[in-house]
T-cell receptor, first 112, second 113 residues
Framework: SAVISQKPSRDICQRGTSLTIQCQVD?????MFWYRQQPGQSLTLIAT?????????ESGFVIDKFPISRPNLTFSTLTVSNMSPEDSSIYLC?????????FGPGTRLTVT | DAKTTQPTSMDCAEGRAANLPCNHS???????VYWYRQIHSQGPQYIIH???NNETNEMASLIITEDRKSSTLILPHATLRDTAVYYC??????????????FGTGTLLAVQP
């Protein structure tokens, strides 16, 4: 199994600013994923981040808005740029295990 | 888009078995059925997965129909702590971009005392 921590756990930000979310894993993993969960909704995949390559974004998500870094096999960051109230969501990182995915506790973001 | 259909919500009495159905009529031969659950304000938790045979682990049992077009997750003795949203997902077990999970709307299981 993998233990995942995220920072911050929650934040309240003003529109127009940016927030960087950190994801730390207790073991080396190749594939990491970033998800968004809007209030009352299911999870939506933002992008897949493999170490040593550019992140692959899902339809509707762009690098300028959600830049991702993956500097090593245990760490990744997701930045939510130029935030608007519509970005208020829980952001979760996830890693691929042998056959399942493990999820972090999430970062609850509120944009005012 | 999610390839599964689940009821929006279900109730279950504490101590009884909870049977959560899932339809996946377009599943491909190499796709597995995965179940995750999300307890309020937490990240999703893996429960179980299977290809064609029924599976059981310490958390639950997974019954897959012979034609693989539907499945049922069984929690044998539901407790209040099993109240959560349960997601049924089909995907290839491993291999590149197909590792990604596509979440549907899930079933909110409410275990009643």
């Amino acid at each position: 199994s993998a233990v995942i921590s995220q920072k911050p756990s929650r934040d309240i930000c003003q529109r127009g600013t940016s927030l960087t979310i950190q994801c730390q894993v207790d073991s080396q993993v190749t594939m990491m994923f970033w998800y968004r969960q809007q209030p009352g909704q299911s999870l939506t995949l933002i992008a897949t981040a493999n170490q040593g390559s550019e992140a692959t974004y899902e339809s509707g998500f762009v690098i300028d808005k959600f830049p991702i870094s993956r500097p090593n096999l245990t760490f990744s960051t997701l930045t939510v740029s130029n935030m608007s109230p519509e970005d208020s969501s829980i952001y979760l990182c996830s890693v691929q295990g042998s056959y399942e995915q493990y999820f972090g506790p999430g970062t609850r973001l509120t944009v005012t | 888009d999610a390839k599964t259909t689940q009821p929006t919500s279900m109730d279950c009495a504490e101590g009884r078995a909870a049977n959560l159905p899932c339809n996946h009529s377009t599943i491909s031969g190499n796709e597995y059925v995965y179940w995750y659950r999300q307890i309020h304000s937490q990240g999703p938790q893996y429960i179980i997965h299977g290809l064609k045979n029924n599976e059981t682990n310490e958390m639950a049992s997974l019954i897959i129909t012979e034609d693989r077009k539907s499945s049922t997750l069984i929690l044998p003795h539901a407790t209040l702590r099993d109240t959560a949203v349960y997601y049924c997902i089909v995907r290839v077990a491993y291999g590149g971009a197909t590792n990604k999970l596509i979440f549907g709307t899930g079933t909110l299981l409410a275990v009643q005392p």
